[in-house]
């Protein structure tokens, strides 16, 4: 539910709701991390979209470093193929 209500917060076009959406994403990651733990795929999820968030604040660095945690771990899990 936060991921859908983030992703539709990355739509609007203003600065507001990009630090919302921001906001939803790390609150959605930080409750996944609590629940499913820091290495399951749904954790990879809210981390590709906290990136996205990033993305959207052209925070690029940091975008970049989200994606490759959310790698990582569907590289571990779920195995290279």
């Known amino acids: ?3 859908g209500l983030a992703q539709y917060r ?3 076009f203003t600065l507001t709701a990009d630090v919302q ?3 939803l994403c ?3 990651l930080r409750i996944r991390e609590k629940v499913l733990g820091p290495e ?3 954790t990879a999820l809210s981390l590709d979209r906290l990136g996205q968030a990033f993305e959207m604040r052209r ?3 940091g975008a970049q470093s ?3 945690r959310a790698l990582r771990i569907r ?3 779920l195995g290279l193929d």
């Open 1 to 3: 539910m936060l991921n």
């Open 10 to 12: 990355q739509r609007q």
């Open 21 to 23: 959406a921001q906001s």
């Open 26 to 28: 790390e609150r959605a």
């Open 40 to 42: 399951h795929p749904d």
């Open 59 to 61: 925070d690029l660095a």
């Open 66 to 68: 989200l994606y490759e």
């Open 75 to 77: 590289e571990k899990v």
